[in-house]
């Protein structure tokens, strides 16, 4: 903390105080926005902390510069108490200062008639997830109960309902819900969702065209992950290709999210990224993935799996991945069937179980003919493969008109 005397720290408050009057008086959006963006580090607010910790009787400041307005003592007393907080590393002290003052702006903001504060109101939102998850961290590293960012979902809400009138105000309920959605998935009650989204998708109040861009991205990107753990992939992949079109290009880091979740519904589905894009976005983890696919090497995608399996494990992907097998055991057969074909064309159809096991063997894959028959079965139920299985002697005969169909964009399952 470089050095402040008395007097500068007296002029950065009162400077700050008007500042913040100012932006409420002149119903200037963006500048409020600014001086509620407690974790965002600009200068003005470190700036203040350091005076706000150099003049201790900073709150007889802030009852002076508000003799006509009790309610704005209310936000901005608890507002700089959390500055003061945030900037020393006390984040409980810091989350509790600002849900108090957050709460006292709402309150305001709720007898706004217009929507100029949606900006601040969005502002808010995301510094009580924000403040929450470093107040839990500071809680774990203490043994006592991180709790703070359940409280936060709970504020959340009420913001959402302050948002999902019929007014212009609404234009703002999408950043809420996205911000409630990065609580839920990090408190693992996803099943909470469904309410928020129902209450965004079946509304007539809400046009989905009206909201930002870059919300209905992030809106996209989320029910698209809900979509992949309810393994509806159709929904999942029209979801994250809108969040992958309309994400800002020059954010990589966001797109290699939403890839991280739409290669593997893709793959699902049958269709391949280029290797060209994996290595474009660090997704290496997918390589063998791919490779295996192509080539039908059960091996090398177990070996990916659990190479990975971490990874996959936390973004709640490996499951997509090892249904997968059967696609593999598709091309598998595929490459059989084409080398067969080279060596006599007039039984290329016919497949012996023997020939399957062998090439398992071949693979380090260790499995008998009862089970390559069950799988076989599988594979003509889900329609990798037309044709029908001879039992006695032990072949599967493939279809000569197509007997390996494409997935054509529609998962195995269907």
Known sequence: MAYVSMGEAHRRIIDFLSRFSDAISSQDGAALRSLLAVSSNSSLLLSLADALNIFQDWARLVKQADRNSQQLGE?????????????????????????????????????????????????????????????????????????????????????????????????GALYVTCQLFKVYFKLGTVHLCRSVIRSIETAKIFDFEEFPSSDKATYMYYTGRLEVYNENFVAADQKLTYALMHCNSQYEANLRMILKYLIPVKLSIGILPKMTLLEKYNLIEYTNVVKALKSGDLRLLRRALQEHEDQFLRTGVYLVLEKLELQVYQRLLKKIHMIQKQKDPSKAHQIKLDLIVKALKWLQVDMDVDEVECIMAILIYKNLIKGYFAHKSKVVVLSKQDPFPKLKGKPVSS
């Not at 007393?77 to 900037?87: A, K, W, Y």
């Not at 006390?90 to 929507?115: C, G, I």
């Not at 510094?127 to 043994?143: N, Q, Y």
């Open 75 to 171: 936000i901005l007393v608890p507002h700089l108490r959390c500055i003061q907080s945030f900037r020393i590393g006390r984040f409980v002290e810091a989350y509790v200062a600002f849900e108090k003052s957050a709460n006292a702006f709402l309150q305001e903001f709720r007898n706004w008639e217009t929507a100029w504060a949606v900006e601040a109101v969005n502002m808010v939102a995301h510094e009580i997830r924000v403040l929450a998850e470093l107040a839990d961290k500071e809680l774990s590293s203490m043994g006592k109960n991180p709790e703070k960012l359940q409280g936060a979902g709970s504020f959340l809400m009420k913001v959402f309902g302050a948002l999902a009138g019929k007014g212009p105000k609404r234009v």
